[in-house]
């Protein structure tokens, strides 16, 4: 598991697999939301974590780049 401090403890099914928030069918992790009225690039939000981008250095939540780390190893069909 990530080194990272969670607010609770997470359902690692519904953590998509690989390096995104989002999975290959294009479902979201149900911790990730943007905040609509933070500026582009600052408004993705990890519920899993309780921070988002604006507290995050270098955060790219935004762009629904994982930062809690869970489950991001990379699927073999990314590999290719």
């Known amino acids: 598991m ?3 401090n969670f607010r609770f403890e997470p ?11 989002y999975g290959p069918n ?5 911790y990730w939301s943007k ?6 690039q600052e408004n993705g939000h990890c519920a899993l974590l ?7 250095e270098g955060g790219l939540l935004w762009d ?8 991001d190893q990379c ?6």
């Open 35 to 40: 905040i609509p009225d933070r500026p582009y």
């Open 50 to 56: 309780g921070k988002g981008d604006w507290e995050l």
């Open 26 to 30: 294009g479902e979201h992790c149900p």
């Open 11 to 21: 359902d690692l099914n519904a953590i998509p697999e690989g390096p995104y928030c």
């Open 64 to 71: 629904s780049c994982k930062e809690c780390g869970l489950k």
């Open 75 to 80: 699927r073999e069909e990314d590999r290719r």
């Open 2 to 4: 990530s080194e990272r």
